[in-house]
């Protein structure tokens, strides 16, 4: 079984950093491939933006045009954590950020993932 949940979001100033992670409280988070993923409040997570993702064995990662530069995913598996290092932070990444957890491919889809995190709210102002 997987239970993700997110924690660390909150509300920063543009150029500033902020660290959120997602704690799978199951047994099998190594083998999964995780995604971090941006959806406007109240809506449906499935239907958000890709920002990241990475393999169940940390060593592949892919990010969003949108992020590239300013974000790094890692993950622990010894201690079940995916963590999401968001710096130089825009109002424009103002969003709900959600984990997801797929036991296939790392694809870029939301839709490709079968778990997911109830989210963390991430407001950034100018």
């Known amino acids: 079984q997987v239970l993700l949940k997110e924690s660390g979001g909150g509300s920063v100033q543009a150029g500033d950093s902020l660290s959120i992670s997602c704690r799978d409280s199951?047994?099998?988070?190594?083998?999964?491939?995780m995604g971090w993923f941006r959806q406007a409040p109240g809506k449906e997570p499935k239907e958000g933006e890709f920002v990241a993702i990475i393999d169940w064995r940390g060593t592949r990662t892919q990010y969003s045009g949108a992020v590239e530069g300013r974000f790094t995913v890692t993950r622990d598996n010894a201690e079940n954590i995916l963590y999401l290092q968001m710096n130089d932070l825009e109002p424009g990444d103002t969003a709900v950020y959600y984990c997801?957890?797929?036991?296939?491919?790392?694809?870029?889809?939301?839709?490709?993932?079968?778990?997911w995190g109830q989210g963390t709210q991430v407001t950034v102002s100018s």
């Open positions: 199951g047994r099998t988070f190594a083998s999964f491939a």
């Open positions: 997801a957890a797929t036991v296939g491919y790392p694809a870029l889809s939301p839709r490709s993932y079968d778990y």
